[in-house]
């Protein structure tokens, strides 16, 4: 089965700070995937990768910024964190050239910036 | 992208067969349609996919319309497990990669 593990389950930071949210795959996807869940407005893409160093803009990118340096490992940046972060972040994985491949989630990350 | 529309909630009796629609009436011909659930406090869960024809697997059952513009999953004996919000997605033509979720079903299944 397919594994996707994200490093924190809880996270309180304080506003301004610099957070890493950590995600790694152990199925040798080469699409990984961070999306934010907030009640009454489902789940929203922030970024995506397709492929090692390459990423894209997902529909909510304001604010964040990624990193994938090895295929297994995509890390979510919040450059300087405010109120308006604090959220349910969930990481996927997906095989590439499958047109059909469905996503695998890890449990999430419950972030909370005060 | 098209989009989908899900009743927000439905209930259930434990172990009668849950039937939950969607439609999707601005799918596109070589767009897929996913289901996807999450039981609280986890990441959601990939339940079955499928183009145009009826797919079944270990968890459900998948029909899609002869016009593809609505689709429902059926869980054939819903169990209190299956509790959770069942999200119904197309898949964005072109990017083979982008999901994106709407809010889904909130599925109650109750003794």
């Known amino acids: 089965d397919v594994k996707v593990t994200q490093s924190s389950r809880y996270l309180v930071k304080r506003t301004g700070e610099k957070v890493f949210l950590e995600c790694v795959q152990d199925?040798?996807?080469?699409?990984m995937f961070w999306y934010r869940q907030d009640p009454g407005l489902g789940l929203r893409l922030i970024y995506f990768s397709y492929d090692v160093k390459m990423k894209e803009k997902g529909d909510i990118p304001e604010g964040y910024s990624v990193s994938r340096e090895k295929k297994e490992r995509f890390s979510l940046i919040l450059e300087s964190a405010s109120t308006n972060q604090t959220s349910m972040y969930l990481c996927?994985?997906?095989?590439?050239?499958?047109?059909?491949?469905?996503?695998?989630f890890g449990n999430g990350t419950r972030l909370t910036v005060t | 992208d098209a989009k989908t529309t899900q009743p927000t909630s439905m209930d259930c009796a434990e172990g009668r067969a849950a039937n939950l629609p969607c439609n999707h009436s601005t799918i596109s011909g070589n767009e897929y349609v996913y289901w996807y659930r999450q039981i609280h406090s986890q990441g959601p869960q990939y339940i079955i996919h499928g183009l145009k024809n009826n797919e079944t697997n270990e968890m459900a059952s998948l029909i899609i319309t002869e016009d593809r513009k609505s689709s429902t999953l059926i869980l054939p004996h819903a169990t209190l497990r299956d509790t959770a919000v069942y999200y119904c997605i197309v898949r964005v033509a072109g990017t083979a990669s982008k999901l994106t979720f709407g809010t889904g079903t909130r599925l109650q299944v109750t003794l």
């Open positions: 996927a994985s997906s095989l590439v050239g499958y047109y059909n491949s469905p996503l695998h």
């Open positions: 199925m040798d996807h080469e699409n």
